[in-house]
């Protein structure tokens, strides 16, 4: 928070999670193996990817430059890491009306003719579920209802709601491709299942990179809230003395032991903040 306090309310929340499908780790795979079988391996190659994107951010200036970064890596249960990335840019480059919100992040099939390696990212990567009525037994579903709010609905342009989120441009435009739901069926979706995403980072890394715009001071709360949620955690159960007890205790797959063992960091931020002790 004393970045926050310093710089202002943060521009971009950043969301990169590991595609096990990545030629890095699929080309050192022995015969019969997948990258479950390999956790080091997966783990060393998003920690390039990390670095890599840190580096397109800050030095590169892909978002225009940037006064200070705060990330975290965390891992989901199946194994996989990713990193969610807070970006405060420079007043010159902040995202302050819609015309520059749509200049770094879409909402929308892209076309696949013109884009085909973007599209197939797209649609591998980038499409939330389907759920809801398609597939009522998504992870997403939370009473019936899709906790993430998905199907969006259709905007001829991009507006900020009242509430500080931003709604994304997700025109109507017919554009509608086949995808596979529940690794069964097929199902065509349109705009309205497609999560945020900025063009160059998606083509580049070709994995589930969600970009976000914080259009305003009332998300910044939510962000630094989530980004520090704490490590995943697990209910076990056993039996002593004929009484169920219940045990909350940290779950951690093997990347993230992997990850540790190997000292990688968890968590990292620009300008750091080191917290003096005062001696009287």
């Known amino acids: 928070m004393a970045v926050a306090r310093y710089f202002g309310s943060v521009d971009l929340f950043i969301t990169m999670t590991t595609n096990p499908n990545w030629p890095e780790i699929q080309c050192e795979l022995l015969p019969g193996q997948t990258s479950y079988d390999r956790p080091d391996l997966v783990a060393r190659v998003f920690k390039l990817k990390l670095e890599e994107l840190i580096d397109d951010i800050y030095k ?49 099939w892209p076309d696949a003719q013109k ?18 009525n398609i597939n009522l037994n998504a992870p997403c579903m939370k009473n019936g209802i899709c906790s993430k709010g998905y199907p969006k609905p259709y905007q001829q342009s991009t507006s900020i709601a009242e509430d500080g989120y931003p709604l994304y441009m997700r025109p109507d435009n017919h554009r509608k491709f086949p995808v596979t739901v529940h690794h069964q069926t097929m199902h065509d979706v349109d705009n309205q299942w497609i999560i945020p995403y900025n063009f160059y980072l998606s083509l580049k890394y070709n994995c589930h990179i969600n970009v976000e715009s914080v259009a305003t001071f009332k998300t910044l709360k939510y962000c630094f809230k989530y980004i520090h949620k704490g490590p995943d955690r697990a209910m076990l159960q056993y039996e002593l003395d004929e009484i169920k007890t ?18 990688f960091a968890l968590h990292e931020q620009f300008p750091p903040v080191v917290r003096l002790q005062v001696c009287f």
């Not at 892909?62 to 990193?83: D, S």
Request: charged share 20%; proline share 6%; with cysteine.
């Open 60 to 108: 590169r200036k892909v978002f225009g430059a940037v006064l200070a970064y705060v990330y975290v890596v965390e891992f989901q249960k199946r194994g996989l890491p990713h990193i969610h990335i807070l970006v405060t840019l420079d007043r010159n480059f902040q995202l302050r009306n819609p015309s520059d919100i749509d200049s770094c992040i879409s909402a929308q």
């Open 115 to 132: 884009y085909p390696l973007l599209f197939e990212t797209i649609k591998s990567c980038m499409v939330h579920g389907p759920c809801g």
């Open 246 to 263: 219940y045990i909350d205790g940290r779950y951690i797959g093997a990347p993230e032991g992997i990850w540790r063992t190997f000292h």
